[in-house]
């Protein structure tokens, strides 16, 4: 028997092939069959392409049930997914086909010229189109194929989806998810939030990132439930389903916006059994609000693309603010010293992860993947934390300077390595401040060459040529010198201190 996650996801949908999985932002119904068929025709069309067996696809699109059915062709093609934020910029492609080598490439049309050249330096393929109306040279390869395309054997390791995630030297790292990876993270959240088919999911989250495509998405099509599947988080359009919603999932920007108009009440919420924030810490204002606007408190927990959610919050039970909850079922989560020894509840220490979701490791990155996982077998997550005396994990901080700006993750590294390289920029330190909408906002402390000084606008727009705009800095601040320790380290939290009022 397969391992395949399409097999496990095929066995568990309604028995009614027609019942609804999705209702579009046109009021469109997908239903099952529909969505599985057109992941049948994609994925002979994909193997006209190129793609055989265990081959990557690269994957740049819109938000739209044509791209879902896209990520389901390759997992029933037994082809890895490759999802790539709609952000991304040029160079930030290029990177990333020459890194993961795809078979074959799949963007929108308005972006095809730009990528083709950088597609075939890459050694791709076939290079696809996709639009977020449908419309694309994928749909028209896919129009006249067999639905009915066989679902690849698999085992529990193989690889499903390599999905980047930043690193601190500038370059993104590929993780490596496993058809395993997925089933267990999977079916443990199904129970865990209590999925069930009669839920309706309010899905206004993109699907390049985890939060999305396999949390949100992965919890309906294992419970055989359905998703009002918004494009994009409008708060006015979240605010006319919500009370058709029996689930929302969203980032702390989500709620926030919502809190700050006055149409959403106790009322829209009524019908939504669950809230759950997750991608970014939740405020302890914001938790707070949420529960004295509604009633309900929201659900926070803890997850990383490396491993899927690693704690969350309960189900039936307390709730606490600040806090990410308890381990979810088979993950192991320990509070480790510098020697990673484990330290008692109350103690601050690293955040280490072991179970059935962690990651295989990082694409064709060895060294590195060796240099995360400790000599007993755990994972470092990078994050700093501790436990209660309940056994409630709370994330006090992050090593790497890791900034998460409206839900996305930023590493100040690779903005740093891009400002450097600016006519008239001596040296950069990026940092991240708080921001009442996106929790942080990336903010940039420029040195600049006094015979050429640039100014933060021409900055500015550089950076939005060669990054995705979530990455780009909301303020570039020109300075002559940077604060530094003895041993010559900028001290970012002197920066953070000075700029973050």
Not at 278 to 305: C, D, H, K, W
Not at 380 to 399: E, K, M, N, Q, W
């Amino acid at each position: 028997m397969t391992a395949n996650f399409y097999a496990l996801l095929e066995a568990r949908r309604p028995g009614d092939p027609d019942a609804p999985l999705l209702e579009a932002d046109d009021g469109t119904i997908w239903s099952y069959r529909r969505i599985g068929e057109l992941a049948g025709r994609m994925a002979w069309a994909l193997a006209s392409g190129g793609a055989n067996h265990g081959d990557r696809v690269a994957v740049q699109v819109e938000k739209s049930p044509e791209a879902l059915a896209l990520y389901l062709a390759c997992l029933r093609g037994g082809l890895i997914f490759v999802p790539l934020n709609t952000a991304y910029q040029p160079a930030e492609i290029e990177y990333f086909l020459t890194d993961a080598a795809p078979a074959v490439f799949v963007c929108r049309p308005a972006s095809v010229t730009a990528l083709r050249s950088a597609a075939q330096g890459a050694l791709v393929r076939s290079v696809f189109t996709l639009d977020a109306d449908g419309s694309g040279t994928l749909l028209e390869a896919a129009a006249d194929r067999d639905p009915h395309f066989p679902v690849a054997e698999a085992q529990p390791d193989d690889l499903a989806v390599l999905i980047y995630t930043s690193g601190t030297t500038g370059r993104s790292k590929g993780a490596m998810i496993t058809h395993g990876n997925l089933a267990a993270n999977g079916l443990a959240l199904v129970e865990a939030w209590g999925f069930t088919g009669t839920d309706v999911l309010l899905h206004a989250l993109p699907i390049f990132h985890i939060h999305g495509l396999f949390i949100a998405t992965h919890c309906v099509l294992l419970a055989g439930a359905r998703m009002l599947f918004h494009a994009r988080f409008e708060a006015q359009r979240v605010l006319r389903d919500l009370p058709r919603a029996t689930v929302m999932m969203g980032v702390p920007t989500f709620y926030t916006r919502l809190l700050a108009g006055r149409d959403f009440t106790a009322d829209t919420a009524a019908n939504v059994r669950l809230f759950v924030s997750g991608s970014a810490p939740l405020l302890l204002e914001t938790f707070t609000a949420f529960e004295g606007r509604t009633g309900q408190r929201i659900l926070e927990r803890y997850g990383m693309s490396e491993s899927g959610i690693i704690t969350t919050n309960p189900l039936d039970g307390e709730r606490r603010g600040g806090t990410v909850g308890k381990p979810l079922r088979d993950v192991q989560v320990r509070v480790a010293d510098a020697e990673d020894q484990p330290l008692a509840h109350g103690r601050v220490g690293s955040v280490q992860i072991r179970g059935p979701s962690v990651f295989k490791g990082y694409w064709n990155l060895p060294e590195k993947t060796r240099e995360e996982f400790t000599a007993d077998g755990w994972f470092r997550t990078g994050d700093v934390g501790c436990f209660d005396a309940d056994g409630y994990l709370s994330i006090v901080g992050r090593a790497k300077d890791l900034i998460i700006t409206g839900g996305y993750n930023v590493y100040p590294k690779e903005i740093e390595l891009e400002l450097d390289a600016l006519p008239g920029v001596v040296e950069s330190a990026v940092i991240g401040v708080p921001h009442p909408d996106f929790g942080e906002a990336v903010t940039a402390v420029v040195v600049a060459n006094p015979t050429a000084r640039p100014d933060e606008a021409s900055l500015i727009a550089a950076l939005k040529v060669r990054l995705a705009g979530y990455k780009v800095p909301k303020r570039v601040v020109v300075v002559d010198d940077l604060p530094r320790n003895a041993m010559g380290k900028v001290q970012k939290n002197v920066l953070r201190e000075r700029y973050g009022r």
